[in-house]
């Protein structure tokens, strides 16, 4: 008998260690999904954005609530991109649009920033903005900064035209031509 109740009790005991896993792993579970609901209502509060889908692809693309001022942006970089590479009076403009927009200086969007003014941004984050800031634009967000689309295309003439050209002849390429009307018909385009 006392090895039959040996085996019981070792049973018993791992019977109430596989509970305490499993209650463990979905305790931690389920903190996992509270913390994420949090981030993504915090994304909404900040880019005044409520499709989860949208949400979804902001963060999925990097966008935190502290970075996510930077989405009007990313037209402007791509343009300062066109070229191979952001020039001197490129990025000077794109710091003195940032710090109007808001973007502190040392903080988690300046720091993107300066990412991207380094590192092309990746082919998905420029590919997704377009749609997005039209989205945050109709929303009417205070992400958005009161900035209109006809301002966005604006602010990326000015880029394309910052560098290049001799004598002001020829400033803005065929390439970057091209790229502004993507950039404007994207931008002014009705969902």
């Not at 954005?49 to 791509?78: K, S």
């Not at 969007?109 to 800031?133: F, N």
Request: glycine share 10%.
């Amino acid at each position: 008998m006392p090895e039959r109740d040996s085996l019981t009790e070792r049973g018993r005991g791992l019977e109430e260690e596989y509970i305490r896993r499993t209650e463990r792993e979905l305790s931690e579970k389920l903190r996992e999904a509270a913390a994420a609901n949090q981030a993504r209502e915090a994304l909404s509060s900040t880019s005044g954005l409520t499709d989860p889908d949208l949400l979804r692809e902001l963060a999925d693309l990097g966008f935190t609530p502290e970075t996510v001022v930077l989405l009007p942006l990313v037209p402007i970089i791509q343009v300062a991109w066109a070229e191979g590479g952001v020039s001197a009076a490129e990025r000077d403009l794109i710091v003195s649009l940032a710090r109007a927009r808001g973007v502190e200086a040392g903080g988690p969007a300046d720091q993107q920033l300066t990412g991207w003014m380094t590192t092309r941004p990746s082919d998905k984050v420029l590919e997704s903005a377009g749609h997005l800031i039209r989205a945050m634009l109709e929303s009417g967000s205070a992400a958005a900064g009161g900035i209109s689309a006809g301002d966005l295309v604006a602010y990326c003439e000015q880029i394309a035209s910052a560098s290049g050209g001799v004598f002001g002849i020829g400033r803005v390429s065929g390439e970057e031509r091209a790229l502004l009307k993507r950039i404007a018909d994207t931008l002014q385009a009705r969902s």
